[in-house]
């Protein structure tokens, strides 16, 4: 089963940037979009950014101008570039890949990593 590896959260101060990447422990037939999603302590995961797999994209209007997300097809890796961090941006983030397999939709997820924003 395909596991998705995340990498570059931390501790940043207001104002920093962080660049989160997202990389498959294989291939997955059937992707149809990567996503990336946030989860602060007692709130609900909410999607932060999408890309489909025609290179659309979306954001929520909270980190819109200042995350990008993007995709390198040739290392299979997806990333999350955060600029502008505020302490609301404090959350963990997960690595979605959406899959369309044979017997329907399918999600993956990573295993998440902590992003901290001190004021």
């Known amino acids: 089963q395909v596991q998705l590896v995340e990498s570059g959260g931390g501790l940043v101060q207001s104002g920093g940037s962080l660049r989160l990447s997202c990389a498959p422990s294989g291939r997955i037939p059937g992707l149809k979009a990567w996503a990336w999603y946030r989860q602060a302590p007692g709130q609900q995961r909410d999607e932060v950014a999408r890309?489909?797999?025609?290179?659309?994209?979306n954001y929520a209007d909270s980190v819109k101008a200042r995350f990008t997300i993007s995709e390198d097809s040739f290392r299979d890796t997806v990333y999350l570039q955060m600029n502008n961090l505020k302490p609301d941006d404090t959350a963990v983030y997960y690595c979605?890949?959406?899959?369309?397999?044979?017997?329907?939709?399918?999600?993956?997820w990573g295993q998440g990593t902590q992003v901290t924003v001190s004021s």
């Open positions: 979605n890949a959406a899959q369309l397999t044979s017997s329907g939709p399918r999600d993956i």
């Open positions: 890309i489909t797999s025609s290179g659309s994209t």
